[in-house]
């Protein structure tokens, strides 16, 4: 059986998938895109679709000073050790180079959101289409790849296996074959094995997985049989503002807004400056495994870019109240406790030191106010293949494995051990910025 050849074979149809294969069709490479879970939600279409672009065209026409190297610096300073270094400055300058990419030769709907700030980010530099949508962008990037002649997307049939043989790369497809010279490992991670997560991240076993369901380690274990060493299999973005049950999310900039979460009792726990993902664990840890997140209608009216808040509001996760006892009623926690709990909070916001160790409360919170019950979840996993700085894949030697590269859930990311290292949008910025970096090593 003669296999029908492409210039590049990607595995996964995510962001890091879809991506590769729109910047490799632009160099004039035949791409095969295979994904058996093409019609099922991905991680993207989940997601809240933000990415940092630290010093991007549309920034810096926004008059926001920003650089690859700020970013760098937040990256450093909110995950510390556990930053992957092999590819952090390598997809720092990649960012903005690919976001230029997309607005100029895609036509890409992308904007610079100035009004969406992120906990560990200095600055607003976070882009998306716009309102910021996960599943908005990702439509996005399905309708570029569908219009592109050189992209042939492969759906809805399962996979028997992926080969490698010097020199050659090749999937089997029923009666059919493909085949290429170079693959690109763009599956998601392992969150929605019970087993690898029980294995990998046990602080997390149990959890709600709102991430894609598809997200088996599937693509993952085919790096292992070729070789492929292993990092950061303990990292993850956690979420510590989904509603029970993970089908709506508040979103992550509440807190940087003045928003504060309180347990049953009506007491604050933790620090809610931690970031979104830290903020899982924390709220899991509480009677019950939830939080109620308070805040108020002067935040609500500065959340209509968040697509995320929207949809929960829509669904109806949020409650309002005009008075701390209306609030109390209406979520079952004690009035004077919560009551102490908002006058405590107006005082650290008036400079006092709070002894949870957070550093900044935007305000006061005031009438009419807003609630919601929030839980923590497993959004996805952090870990995967190692790669070098133009997203090839490693063995456990540190030799480059020919041909094969990894990015998105498949690679290693950028930070993570826990979910404290998680920096908002790493998930994005890793998967854009890999896919970018991995095709302009293969065109040289």
């Not at 693509?219 to 990292?235: H, L, N, P």
Request: with cysteine.
């Amino acid at each position: 059986m003669t296999p029908r050849r492409f210039d590049l074979i990607v595995l996964g149809a995510g962001a890091a998938g879809m991506f590769t294969a729109l910047v490799a069709a632009r160099k004039g490479m035949a791409v095969a895109v295979i994904d058996p879970h093409f019609s099922q939600p991905n991680n993207l279409w989940i997601s809240g679709g933000l990415f940092p672009a630290a010093g991007s065209a549309l920034q810096r026409a926004a008059r926001v000073d920003d650089s690859p190297g700020a970013w760098l610096a937040d990256l450093r300073a909110f995950a510390g050790d556990s930053v992957n270094e092999r590819i952090a400055d390598a997809v720092a300058h990649a960012l903005p180079a690919l976001a230029g990419f997309m607005v100029e030769q895609l036509g890409a709907p992308i904007r610079f959101l100035d009004d969406v700030p992120a906990p560990g980010h200095s600055t607003t530099r976070f882009h998306s289409v716009v309102p910021a949508s996960g599943r908005g962008l990702h439509a996005w990037l399905r309708q570029a790849m569908a219009a592109a002649p050189a992209i042939a997307c492969i759906a809805d049939r399962a996979t028997d296996a992926a080969e490698r043989a010097a020199g050659d790369y090749g999937v089997r497809l029923g009666d059919d074959r493909i085949g290429a010279a170079r693959l690109m490992l763009a599956g998601g991670g392992f969150g929605a094995s019970a087993a690898m997560v029980g294995r990998h991240i046990p602080e997390m076993r149990g959890a709600i997985h709102n991430g894609a369901t598809s997200n088996d380690g599937s693509v993952i274990a085919i790096a292992r049989d070729w070789g492929a060493a292993f990092a950061g299999m303990g990292g993850y973005q956690g979420q510590g503002h989904a509603n029970p049950g993970g089908r709506t999310r508040l979103g992550m900039s509440l807190p940087i807004l003045g928003a504060i979460l309180v347990n049953r009792d009506g007491r604050r726990f933790v620090n809610e400056d931690v970031g979104p993902s830290a903020l899982a664990a924390h709220v899991l840890g509480q009677p019950g495994q939830v939080a109620l997140e308070v805040f108020d209608a002067a935040i609500e009216a500065q959340l209509a870019n968040h697509s995320s808040y929207v949809e929960a509001r829509a669904a109806g996760q949020v409650m309002a109240a005009d008075t701390v006892a209306g609030l109390a009623a209406a979520t079952g926690v004690d009035a004077a406790t919560l009551q102490t709990t908002l006058g405590e909070c107006a005082g650290f916001a008036q400079g006092a030191a709070d002894p949870l160790g957070r550093a900044h409360f935007a305000r006061s919170l005031v009438p009419p106010y807003r609630a919601s019950w929030v839980t923590g979840t497993l959004a996805h996993t952090q870990g995967g293949v190692v790669t070098d700085a133009a997203a090839r894949v490693l063995d456990e030697a540190d030799n480059v494995i020919a041909g094969l590269y990894a990015a998105g859930g498949s690679a290693a990311g950028l930070s993570g051990a826990g979910g404290d290292g998680y920096l908002p949008g790493n998930g994005l910025a890793q998967s854009f910025g890999l896919a970018w970096l991995a095709v302009h090593h293969m065109c040289g």
